[in-house]
């Protein structure tokens, strides 16, 4: 059933009135401000309120309060229809380059927090609404509005620093030096950035102050509007497929119900926009409330009270505060307990959009909530027209998964929360796999009434999320405590019966079974003592008890940023050595820069959405496209048929099909794609392409499956350094080890983008992509559609992160968009949704190592066999060439004198790995570490102190025989170790660790010797072409692709330096392969050596050609020299090329010189481990790099924070889960996750190592983008130092199994504490597990 009729639509959108006459309830603020409004500020970054990219802010009258409620949404959630009535505002309506920056525009990019600048607008939303509600905000304010928004990037430290100018405790401290924040939480409370003399990566003191009377005003006719007195009448908008009614009252509502009751009530959209987002449910009509206003009302009664269903979370969440501070400690213990849950439920953005009735209904089974109104006996009223009723929301309401008791035709109207009774003492907790914007693995609450005086139990009520299909209560437990004294005796009889009544099958949905079960144990463990400390607080008991069990710490101190200034002695001009903000960062934070998808689309442009396998290794045996093609909008099918040329891309020797041909190799594997005239249509028309499979016999997974069946991409490489079967015989100890490490998803946040233009003469194709590499992508549609590469340009304005992803899958992106373009002779855009892009372009290779090593009783390592096999996936891509790359970085910084090691790409039916940053090094390094690791736990020897003994020294040279000298990174470690402290360092924690059972503190410090450049030769050369126009404007362009590593920046530095001019003369507009042919990857960290010296070339030549007409004016200037020049006819154009270095590896004989130099980096980490659940925060990060003489320091820093951030990352959080048939289950931020603010570094400081020079790379620099990503491995291996803490309280030393990433699971299961020992590990083999050890 639909609504006849659609009602014109108002609201404003940056001050201006929008009526929107036809609007389609199915489409999101997100899609009609890019699409329709063509405001491409606001960016797409998953579609599913997961990543804030897209964050906008509403605001409402209320006219109630007669006050304007400003809020951050996700605009990706927020159904236009429901924006009636409301003002929203975007990063353009807020200030722009043209007119007027906003403050919070300008500190976030002068801060230096933006890279490629993709998530920039929504961090500068969050933040402005922020503002807009409190003009000087504390940390905590700051942290919480921007705990939804990710970055990729930046690793959050310069976003913090520069909006910490907003907050006033902050300011005071960065002035006076004497901050408010807590430094006694972190060790060794490092003096940060304050020195007048320190040079600084920003001035402060050139920021415009906030003023809030500049802000855009709600807009009047809004107020009348809402003011009006006459009843307002439903209101229905009429889309394509579904239909929204919008009541403006309860018994208009209540009406539509009764006749609709299969229609879903429409809040706040984050439960039902993505199931019909990523589930594909349809509903053909919706029942909106957002205008209901006795949904949002507050009553307040003696017993408690009643919430409006409709209330945001966020409102909820202030209701509460107010009411805490109101009333008597004793009546609130409900609401403090609510409070706590929903401070970490979701992200601001997704609080302020969700409603507490929304949340009830939608029955997570891990709801945050529902444990809680369970527990504190709260109760819902319903009606269905013909009458209200309550119910009590216990373990009978929530029914089964997604379902309660309350009938189709009802609405809940409100929900009841009690004030708590003397006695009645409630508490609740959450346990997720990162500590904010993260859906819980297990949640509980408990209430509990004590008789009077006394801790004997009265009444009890345990609720469990997370455990099973429902909100359970763990009804057996409470009946055990009734009547008990609250003391440590009951535990062991709760945990049994805990245990024995929530019962999760090893098979059960989600995985992590023991782990689940054991925080069944241990958060009742935590509610133990936490009542037991409220019962000596009243005075109810008088026993000692155990000390409180306090939070991680959590306050972000100010950072140290140690670069070396320029000499006195270089010119004004020249920029090179100069911290200078990424040249485009002002247009990042206002929404100017252009990324592939915000260019305006094509006359007659379509949209290419693609149909994968469902299968991992199955024949086609049809392919029936008959359906789609009778889809509205759908104008045809591209199947490999179709590829005029070329249907495979060949990299690196190895083929892959474009699209599928007659068979599948993976789930998610490209086989034919949809192109229509909208994206929903193309998106439709892909999801009714019926094909039907014949599944082959025994698809590979894992990579035990791969070695048992030796399924390898050839070539494999092995190396070897003298005799490791001979030296082991000789030493004292053999010891043999390994460590497996997951996968990466590269979670760039712009996903890979494509627009295929053609020309319509001579098959010329003008390409727009977002790709690391254009000349690949400009051949590889040469030969798909078989022509010239003459006759086809790939442009390149910028990339919003690609970390390696957009290399070789772009490539072939590109090439199935540009068949669909010949096929059409139309502009085709693809854009993949983040789902897709998860699915289909696969990531880092998880990789096995195993290692056997020979040593000495005093740390010495003589012999060492090496093993790596990484997980290729379903094709070879780059595969064997990182494979190589572990072989040759193998001996990290140490002189092993017999090494062996071996490196095979596995073959197996998983989506194909590809190229990301550090390219194996990341894998290999841990592996050699761990190694280290654990001769150091076997010797008994500090692991810093067998670092030392292995350490090359001197001149030394490599296993491959290359020279070099290591004393840099020497310099490096003793810096490091001298910054942190880290012989006191260690003393105070191994003191922490004495006084405290259930937390531990670890520390690591971890080196890097990181090989610079590409090991095939080729691959190194770099070209550019410089232009001077008349007007003395410089427009340069090179090989490199700007995706937020700043080296369009760099070269505009580079290109001031030879110039001798300003560097705001120097404009890069673009990479195109009609400029620079020919290109290299921007990759390897070589793109600044690479295009540097190109531009360099190209700069002193035309310098050369202006020479003498200076000397012959020398009181000129700049644009007389070359108006000159231009009158006297010398070409103002130039190319430079550099060759650079001849890279080889003779894997014969072997031996090569496989990069150009090495870079150096040392890392040191603290953490903090909460053994009961395995949480842990990174107390302290010192990094020490030796970088050269950085051409940017604030580049380069900034490159060093978050390669070190997405290393942490990839070592302690970020993992990949896949079903037993082979499907990725974690296609989005909801079910993957990577760091967010609340993960950074407590202290993050960085030391850029001084005087230091290279003679091998530009200006003495060093390429820098990729050895951060290892250094991750510090908090790695300092959690694996906090659990071995751990073990040793359980009597357990020495080497253990422990692999990465180190997540909350695996290090409260590695504790091996009294609760992990309650619950072994279901035997492998006796169950079918849910997801795959892939
Ligand atoms: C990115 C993200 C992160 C999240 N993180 C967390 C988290 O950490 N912890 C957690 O617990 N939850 C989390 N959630 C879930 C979130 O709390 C729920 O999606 C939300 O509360 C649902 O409320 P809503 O108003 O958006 O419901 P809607 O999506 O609008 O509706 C949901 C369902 O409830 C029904 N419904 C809504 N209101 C009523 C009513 N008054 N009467 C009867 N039926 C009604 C609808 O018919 C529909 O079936 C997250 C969600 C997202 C998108
Ligand atoms: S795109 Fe909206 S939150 Fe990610
Ligand atoms: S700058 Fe944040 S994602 Fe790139």
Same mark, same amino acid.
């Given at each position: 059933?639909?609504?006849?009729?659609?009602?014109?639509?108002?609201?404003?959108?940056?001050?201006?009135?929008?009526?929107?006459?036809?609007?389609?309830?199915?489409?999101?603020?997100?899609?009609?401000?890019?699409?329709?409004?063509?405001?491409?500020?606001?960016?797409?970054?998953?579609?599913?309120?997961?990543?804030?990219?897209?964050?906008?802010?509403?605001?409402?009258?209320?006219?109630?309060?007669?006050?304007?409620?400003?809020?951050?949404?996700?605009?990706?959630?927020?159904?236009?229809?429901?924006?009636?009535?409301?003002?929203?505002?975007?990063?353009?309506?807020?200030?722009?380059?043209?007119?007027?920056?906003?403050?919070?525009?300008?500190?976030?990019?002068?801060?230096?927090?933006?890279?490629?600048?993709?998530?920039?607008?929504?961090?500068?939303?969050?933040?402005?609404?922020?503002?807009?509600?409190?003009?000087?905000?504390?940390?905590?304010?700051?942290?919480?509005?921007?705990?939804?928004?990710?970055?990729?990037?930046?690793?959050?430290?310069?976003?913090?620093?520069?909006?910490?100018?907003?907050?006033?405790?902050?300011?005071?401290?960065?002035?006076?030096?004497?901050?408010?924040?807590?430094?006694?939480?972190?060790?060794?409370?490092?003096?940060?950035?304050?020195?007048?003399?320190?040079?600084?990566?920003?001035?402060?003191?050139?920021?415009?102050?906030?003023?809030?009377?500049?802000?855009?005003?709600?807009?009047?006719?809004?107020?009348?509007?809402?003011?009006?007195?006459?009843?307002?009448?439903?209101?229905?908008?009429?889309?394509?497929?579904?239909?929204?009614?919008?009541?403006?009252?309860? +018994?208009?509502?209540?009406?539509?119900?009764?006749?609709?009751?299969?229609?879903?009530?429409?809040?706040?959209?984050?439960?039902?926009?993505?199931?019909?987002?990523?589930?594909?449910?349809?509903?053909?009509?919706?029942?909106?409330?957002?205008?209901?206003?006795?949904?949002?009302?507050?009553?307040?009664?003696?017993?408690?009270?009643?919430?409006?269903?409709?209330?945001?979370?966020?409102?909820?969440?202030?209701?509460?505060?107010?009411?805490?501070?109101?009333?008597?400690?004793?009546?609130?213990?409900?609401?403090?307990?609510?409070?706590?849950?929903?401070?970490?439920?979701?992200?601001?953005?997704?609080?302020?959009?969700?409603?507490?009735?929304?949340?009830?209904?939608?029955?997570?089974?891990?709801?945050?909530?529902?444990?809680?109104?369970?527990?504190?006996?709260?109760?819902?009223?319903?009606?269905?027209?013909?009458?209200?009723?309550?119910?009590?929301?216990?373990?009978?309401?929530?029914?089964?998964?997604?379902?309660?008791?309350?009938?189709?035709?009802?609405?809940?109207?409100?929900?009841?929360?009690?004030?708590?009774?003397?006695? +009645?003492?409630?508490?609740?907790?959450?346990?997720?796999?990162?500590?904010?914007?993260?859906?819980?693995?297990?949640?509980?609450?408990?209430?509990?009434?004590?008789?009077?005086?006394?801790?004997?139990?009265?009444?009890?009520?345990?609720?469990?999320?997370?455990?099973?299909?429902?909100?359970?209560?763990?009804?057996?437990?409470?009946?055990?405590?009734?009547?008990?004294?609250?003391?440590?005796?009951?535990?062991?009889?709760?945990?049994?019966?805990?245990?024995?009544?929530?019962?999760?099958?090893?098979?059960?949905?989600?995985?992590?079974?023991?782990?689940?079960?054991?925080?069944?144990?241990?958060?009742?463990?935590?509610?133990?003592?936490?009542?037991?400390?409220?019962?000596?607080?009243?005075?109810?008991?008088?026993? +000692?008890?155990?000390?409180?069990?306090?939070?991680?710490?959590?306050?972000?101190?100010?950072?140290?940023?140690?670069?070396?200034?320029?000499?006195?002695?270089?010119?004004?001009?020249?920029?090179?050595?100069?911290?200078?903000?990424?040249?485009?960062?002002?247009?990042?934070?206002?929404?100017?820069?252009?990324?592939?998808?915000?260019?305006?689309?094509?006359?007659?442009?379509?949209?290419?959405?693609?149909?994968?396998?469902?299968?991992?290794?199955?024949?086609?045996?049809?392919?029936?496209?008959?359906?789609?093609?009778?889809?509205?909008?759908?104008?045809?099918?591209?199947?490999?048929?179709?590829?005029?040329?070329?249907?495979?891309?060949?990299?690196?020797?190895?083929?892959?099909?474009?699209?599928?041909?007659?068979?599948?190799?993976?789930?998610?594997?490209?086989?034919?794609?949809?192109?229509?005239?909208?994206?929903?249509?193309?998106?439709?028309?892909?999801?009714?392409?019926?094909?039907?499979?014949?599944?082959?016999?025994?698809?590979?997974?894992?990579?035990?499956?791969?070695?048992? /069946?030796?399924?390898?991409?050839?070539?494999?490489?092995?190396?070897?350094?003298?005799?490791?079967?001979?030296?082991?015989?000789?030493?004292?100890?053999?010891?043999?080890?390994?460590?497996?490490?997951?996968?990466?998803?590269?979670?760039?946040?712009?996903?890979?983008?494509?627009?295929?233009?053609?020309?319509?003469?001579? /098959?010329?194709?003008?390409?727009?992509?977002?790709?690391?590499?254009?000349?690949?992508?400009?051949?590889?549609?040469?030969?798909?559609?078989?022509?010239?590469?003459?006759?086809?340009?790939?442009?390149?304005?910028?990339?919003?992160?690609?970390?390696?992803?957009?290399?070789?899958?772009?490539?072939?992106?590109?090439?199935?968009?540009?068949?669909?373009?010949?096929?059409?002779?139309?502009?085709?855009?693809?854009?993949?949704?983040?789902?897709?892009?998860?699915?289909?372009?696969?990531?880092?290779?998880?990789?096995?190592?195993?290692?056997?090593?020979?040593?000495?009783?005093?740390?010495?390592?003589?012999?060492?066999?090496?093993?790596?096999?990484?997980?290729?996936?379903?094709?070879?891509?780059?595969?064997?060439?990182?494979?190589?790359?572990?072989?040759?970085?193998?001996?990290?910084?140490?002189?092993?004198?017999?090494?062996?090691?071996?490196?095979?790409?596995?073959?197996?039916?998983?989506?194909?790995?590809?190229?990301?940053?550090?390219?194996?090094?990341?894998?290999?390094?841990?592996?050699?570490?761990?190694?280290?690791?654990?001769?150091?736990?076997?010797?008994?020897?500090?692991?810093?102190?067998?670092?030392?003994?292995?350490?090359?020294?001197?001149?030394?040279?490599?296993?491959?025989?290359?020279?070099?000298?290591?004393?840099?990174?020497?310099?490096?470690?003793?810096?490091?170790?001298?910054?942190?402290?880290?012989?006191?360092?260690?003393?105070?924690?191994?003191?922490?660790?004495?006084?405290?059972?259930?937390?531990?503190?670890?520390?690591?410090?971890?080196?890097?010797?990181?090989?610079?450049?590409?090991?095939?030769?080729?691959?190194?050369?770099?070209?550019?072409?410089?232009?001077?126009?008349?007007?003395?404007?410089?427009?340069?362009?090179?090989?490199?692709?700007?995706?937020?590593?700043?080296?369009?920046?760099?070269?505009?530095?580079?290109?001031?330096?030879?110039?001798?001019?300003?560097?705001?003369?120097?404009?890069?507009? +673009?990479?195109?392969?009609?400029?620079?042919?020919?290109?290299?990857?921007?990759?390897?960290?070589?793109?600044?050596?690479?295009?540097?010296?190109?531009?360099?070339?190209?700069?002193?030549?035309?310098?050369?050609?202006?020479?003498?007409?200076?000397?012959?004016?020398?009181?000129?200037?700049?644009?007389?020299?070359?108006?000159?020049?231009?009158?006297?006819?010398?070409?103002?154009?130039?190319?430079?090329?550099?060759?650079?270095?001849?890279?080889?590896?003779?894997?014969?004989?072997?031996?090569?010189?496989?990069?150009?130099?090495?870079?150096?980096?040392?890392?040191?980490?603290?953490?903090?481990?909460?053994?009961?659940?395995?949480?842990?925060?990174?107390?302290?990060?010192?990094?020490?790099?030796?970088?050269?003489?950085?051409?940017?320091?604030?580049?380069?820093?900034?490159?060093?924070?978050?390669?070190?951030?997405?290393?942490?990352?990839?070592?302690?959080?970020?993992?990949?889960?896949?079903?037993?048939?082979?499907?990725?289950?974690?296609?989005?931020?909801?079910?993957?996750?990577?760091?967010?603010?609340?993960?950074?570094?407590?202290?993050?400081?960085?030391?850029?190592?001084?005087?230091?020079?290279?003679?091998?790379?530009?200006?003495?620099?060093?390429?820098?983008?990729?050895?951060?990503?290892?250094?991750?491995?510090?908090?790695?291996?300092?959690?694996?130092?906090?659990?071995?803490?751990?073990?040793?309280?359980?009597?357990?030393?020495?080497?253990?199994?422990?692999?990465?990433?180190?997540?909350?699971?695996?290090?409260?299961?590695?504790?091996?504490?009294?609760?992990?020992?309650?619950?072994?590990?279901?035997?492998?083999?006796?169950?079918?597990?849910?997801?795959?050890?892939?």
């Amino acid at each position: 059933m639909s609504a006849a009729r659609s009602d014109p639509l108002l609201f404003f959108v940056n001050g201006k009135k929008v009526e929107e006459r036809n609007a389609d309830p199915e489409t999101m603020l997100l899609s009609y401000l890019r699409d329709k409004l063509r405001l491409t500020g606001t960016k797409y970054g998953c579609g599913g309120g997961g990543c804030g990219a897209c964050t906008v802010m509403v605001s409402r009258y209320q006219p109630r309060t007669k006050t304007i409620l400003h809020f951050a949404a996700t605009a990706c959630l927020v159904p236009i229809c429901q924006l009636h009535g409301a003002a929203v505002t975007t990063v353009e309506g807020i200030g722009n380059t043209k007119t007027r920056l906003h403050p919070v525009q300008e500190r976030i990019a002068k801060a230096n927090g933006s890279q490629c600048g993709f998530c920039t607008p929504g961090m500068v939303m969050s933040m402005y609404t922020l503002l807009r509600n409190k003009p000087w905000p504390s940390m905590e304010d700051i942290k919480e509005a921007l705990a939804g928004n990710l970055c990729r990037c930046t690793g959050y430290r310069p976003i913090i620093d520069g909006y910490r100018t907003f907050c006033q405790e902050a300011n005071c401290c960065q002035l006076n030096g004497n901050c408010g924040v807590n430094r006694e939480s972190i060790p060794n409370g490092e003096e940060h950035n304050g020195s007048q003399d320190e040079p600084q990566l920003f001035d402060q003191g050139e920021f415009q102050p906030l003023d809030p009377t500049q802000e855009l005003i709600f807009p009047p006719e809004l107020i009348l509007m809402a003011e009006r007195k006459s009843p307002p009448e439903t209101l229905s908008f009429c889309g394509e497929r579904m239909s929204l009614l919008c009541p403006g009252s309860v +018994e208009e509502l209540l009406e539509l119900k009764t006749k609709h009751p299969e229609a879903p009530l429409l809040m706040g959209n984050t439960h039902l926009g993505p199931s019909i987002k990523f589930k594909g449910v349809v509903h053909t009509l919706m029942i909106s409330a957002f205008r209901v206003q006795e949904l949002f009302e507050v009553r307040h009664t003696p017993e408690g009270v009643w919430v409006g269903a409709g209330c945001s979370l966020s409102e909820l969440l202030s209701l509460l505060q107010k009411l805490i501070s109101e009333s008597p400690p004793e009546q609130s213990e409900l609401f403090r307990a609510l409070t706590k849950q929903l401070q970490n439920l979701g992200s601001q953005q997704v609080r302020n959009m969700a409603s507490l009735g929304g949340h009830i209904m939608s029955a997570y089974p891990n709801s945050d909530l529902n444990p809680v109104l369970a527990a504190g006996n709260c109760k819902i009223s319903v009606d269905s027209g013909s009458g209200r009723r309550e119910l009590p929301l216990n373990q009978d309401f929530f029914v089964s998964f997604g379902k309660t008791l309350v009938k189709l035709e009802e609405i809940v109207l409100s929900v009841f929360i009690p004030f708590t009774t003397k006695g +009645e003492l409630v508490s609740a907790l959450r346990h997720a796999p990162r500590k904010e914007a993260a859906f819980s693995t297990v949640t509980c609450a408990v209430r509990v009434l004590f008789s009077e005086g006394s801790s004997v139990v009265r009444d009890i009520s345990v609720y469990y999320g997370g455990v099973g299909a429902t909100t359970v209560k763990a009804e057996k437990t409470c009946q055990a405590l009734l009547n008990k004294e609250w003391s440590e005796p009951i535990l062991s009889q709760v945990y049994d019966t805990l245990l024995d009544e929530l019962v999760l099958p090893p098979s059960a949905p989600g995985g992590k079974v023991q782990f689940r079960r054991v925080l069944t144990l241990t958060l009742f463990f935590k509610f133990y003592l936490e009542i037991l400390h409220k019962l000596k607080h009243m005075g109810w008991i008088s026993c +000692e008890v155990p000390d409180k069990l306090l939070p991680l710490p959590s306050d972000i101190q100010p950072s140290v940023q140690h670069f070396q200034s320029v000499s006195n002695a270089q010119s004004s001009s020249d920029a090179v050595g100069r911290p200078i903000m990424h040249k485009a960062a002002l247009s990042h934070a206002t929404g100017e820069a252009v990324y592939c998808d915000d260019l305006p689309p094509v006359q007659g442009e379509l949209y290419l959405a693609l149909v994968t396998s469902s299968r991992a290794y199955a024949k086609i045996k049809q392919l029936d496209v008959s359906a789609a093609l009778q889809m509205p909008g759908v104008v045809d099918v591209i199947t490999a048929k179709d590829i005029p040329g070329k249907k495979v891309r060949t990299d690196f020797g190895h083929d892959e099909d474009l699209l599928a041909q007659t068979q599948v190799v993976c789930v998610g594997q490209m086989v034919c794609a949809v192109v229509a005239d909208t994206k929903a249509h193309a998106k439709r028309g892909a999801a009714a392409v019926r094909v039907q499979y014949e599944d082959l016999p025994d698809p590979i997974f894992t990579i035990e499956e791969a070695i048992e /069946r030796s399924s390898y991409y050839e070539p494999r490489r092995s190396f070897e350094r003298g005799n490791v079967a001979e030296a082991l015989k000789s030493v004292d100890h053999v010891y043999e080890g390994g460590i497996y490490m997951g996968g990466q998803e590269h979670f760039y946040m712009e996903t890979q983008s494509t627009l295929v233009v053609p020309v319509g003469e001579e /098959r010329e194709f003008h390409l727009y992509v977002s790709t690391q590499w254009p000349t690949s992508t400009q051949e590889a549609v040469a030969q798909t559609l078989s022509i010239p590469s003459n006759r086809v340009v790939c442009h390149v304005k910028r990339v919003g992160g690609a970390f390696g992803g957009k290399i070789t899958k772009t490539a072939i992106l590109t090439s199935i968009t540009a068949v669909a373009a010949w096929k059409t002779n139309q502009a085709v855009r693809c854009v993949l949704e983040r789902g897709d892009d998860m699915l289909i372009t696969g990531g880092r290779h998880p990789t096995l190592g195993k290692y056997k090593v020979g040593f000495m009783n005093d740390g010495r390592i003589v012999a060492v066999d090496l093993e790596y096999y990484a997980n290729a996936g379903c094709t070879a891509d780059e595969s064997p060439l990182i494979a190589e790359k572990m072989v040759l970085l193998m001996d990290n910084i140490y002189n092993f004198p017999h090494m062996r090691g071996f490196a095979g790409a596995c073959r197996t039916n998983l989506p194909s790995n590809t190229s990301f940053r550090g390219f194996g090094v990341p894998q290999c390094l841990l592996v050699v570490e761990n190694m280290v690791n654990d001769v150091a736990m076997k010797v008994g020897m500090p692991v810093d102190k067998v670092r030392e003994v292995n350490m090359y020294r001197g001149p030394s040279i490599t296993h491959y025989k290359m020279e070099f000298n290591p004393e840099n990174l020497h310099l490096c470690w003793d810096e490091c170790k001298r910054r942190c402290e880290y012989d006191a360092r260690c003393r105070a924690v191994e003191q922490f660790n004495k006084e405290n059972q259930w937390k531990k503190r670890g520390v690591a410090i971890v080196p890097i010797k990181y090989g610079i450049g590409f090991s095939e030769g080729f691959l190194n050369q770099g070209s550019a072409l410089v232009h001077i126009y008349k007007d003395g404007s410089v427009l340069v362009a090179h090989g490199g692709t700007e995706m937020g590593q700043g080296v369009h920046t760099k070269m505009q530095q580079v290109a001031s330096r030879e110039l001798h001019i300003p560097i705001s003369k120097i404009y890069i507009n +673009e990479t195109s392969t009609g400029t620079v042919p020919n290109t290299c990857p921007s990759a390897a960290s070589f793109g600044t050596d690479a295009n540097g010296m190109a531009v360099k070339e190209a700069c002193q030549i035309l310098y050369q050609r202006l020479k003498p007409i200076m000397q012959k004016n020398p009181e000129g200037s700049w644009e007389s020299w070359v108006n000159k020049a231009f009158f006297d006819k010398i070409s103002l154009s130039a190319t430079g090329f550099s060759r650079g270095p001849d890279s080889y590896v003779n894997w014969e004989t072997m031996e090569g010189r496989p990069y150009s130099y090495f870079t150096y980096g040392v890392c040191f980490c603290e953490v903090e481990l909460d053994c009961l659940t395995g949480d842990y925060r990174t107390l302290k990060t010192d990094l020490v790099m030796d970088i050269g003489r950085s051409i940017n320091p604030c580049v380069d820093i900034g490159q060093i924070e978050g390669a070190f951030m997405q290393g942490l990352g990839l070592y302690t959080m970020e993992e990949l889960k896949y079903s037993l048939s082979g499907l990725l289950y974690t296609r989005g931020p909801s079910q993957y996750k990577i760091p967010a603010v609340c993960d950074m570094p407590l202290s993050f400081n960085v030391y850029l190592l001084p005087n230091s020079e290279n003679p091998n790379a530009i200006y003495s620099s060093k390429g820098i983008g990729e050895p951060g990503v290892f250094l991750g491995s510090a908090a790695f291996f300092a959690i694996k130092d906090a659990v071995s803490a751990a073990r040793s309280d359980s009597g357990l030393s020495g080497p253990f199994s422990f692999d990465s990433p180190a997540t909350p699971e695996r290090a409260c299961l590695a504790t091996a504490s009294k609760f992990t020992q309650k619950i072994p590990a279901s035997k492998p083999g006796s169950f079918k597990p849910w997801a795959l050890d892939i």
